[in-house]
């Protein structure tokens, strides 16, 4: 079946301009995470949609990061007056967080990677 | 809040055993995960542990200590497309089962 994908690829942007990054989960997860990745770092968490439940936005390094979700599709993280620290991979996942899977061959938990948006701010 | 620790980069040689440890602190842990990483690439998942214990799966085998706060990845019979990024993650109760990610360790496997 259709994996997690992410739109745009990649982006180049003139700093101080905004960007907006797509996720389309796969059908059915009701998680959806957003990380961002700097070149040879690890993963920071920026926020979370679990549910109908308020997001977890914990990890958003500032007010110029935001992000929606519609239901349990499509999400999109905003990143308003871009600047060259947000350049970066920012990778969407989810997962199907269910307390019930259907087979014990199921992880509910595991998350399933999009390709990343890499981001470049000039 | 979580800390996850991980060496940052490990070498390896073809064929041999190599493990990857992981420590950690989170105030409600709700499982433990390894991932693969290669360059450029999203990561893949590799295991899943909540039980202490041993879980094997071919090559691959990950353990917990949920009392030591502890987990390791064991690769066994190297090969070189091993090299790659390890991501111990841990789901934490806390503030609504999110997943926290470590930096990773990255491993180099040498012929």
């Known amino acids: 079946g259709a994996g997690v994908s992410q739109s745009p690829s990649n982006k180049v942007t003139e700093k101080g301009k905004d960007v907006e990054l797509r996720c389309d989960p796969i059908?059915?997860?009701?998680?959806l995470y957003w990380y961002r990745q700097r070149l040879g770092q690890g993963l920071e968490f920026l926020i979370y949609?679990?549910?109908?439940?308020?997001?977890?936005k914990s990890g958003l390094p500032s007010d110029r990061f935001s992000a929606e979700r519609t239901g349990e599709s499509v999400s999109t993280l905003t990143i308003q007056r871009t600047q060259q620290e947000d350049s970066a991979v920012y990778l969407c996942?989810?997962?199907?967080?269910?307390?019930?899977?259907?087979?014990?061959?199921?992880?509910?938990?595991?998350?399933?990677f999009g390709p990343g948006t890499r981001l470049t701010v000039t | 809040g979580q800390n996850i620790d991980q060496p940052t980069e490990m070498t390896a040689t073809e064929g041999a055993i190599v493990q990857i440890n992981c420590t950690y602190q989170?105030?409600?842990?709700?499982?433990l995960f390894w991932y693969q990483q290669h360059a450029g690439e999203a990561p893949t998942f590799l295991s899943y542990?909540?039980?202490?214990g041993l879980e094997e799966k071919g090559r691959f085998s990950s353990f917990l200590s949920r009392s030591k706060g502890y987990s390791y990845l064991l690769l066994k019979e190297l090969q070189m497309k091993d090299s790659a990024s390890y991501l111990c993650?841990?789901?934490?109760?806390?503030?609504?089962?999110?997943?926290?990610f470590g930096a990773g360790t990255r491993l180099f496997v040498k012929a």
């Open positions: 996942a989810s997962s199907p967080v269910s307390n019930n899977p259907t087979s014990k061959r199921d992880n509910p938990y595991e998350q399933y």
């Open positions: 059908s059915g997860h009701t998680a």
């Open positions: 949609f679990q549910g109908n439940s308020a997001p977890d």
């Open positions: 989170t105030s409600g842990f709700n499982g």
């Open positions: 542990n909540v039980l202490d």
């Open positions: 993650a841990v789901r934490d109760r806390a503030g609504g089962f999110k997943t926290i």
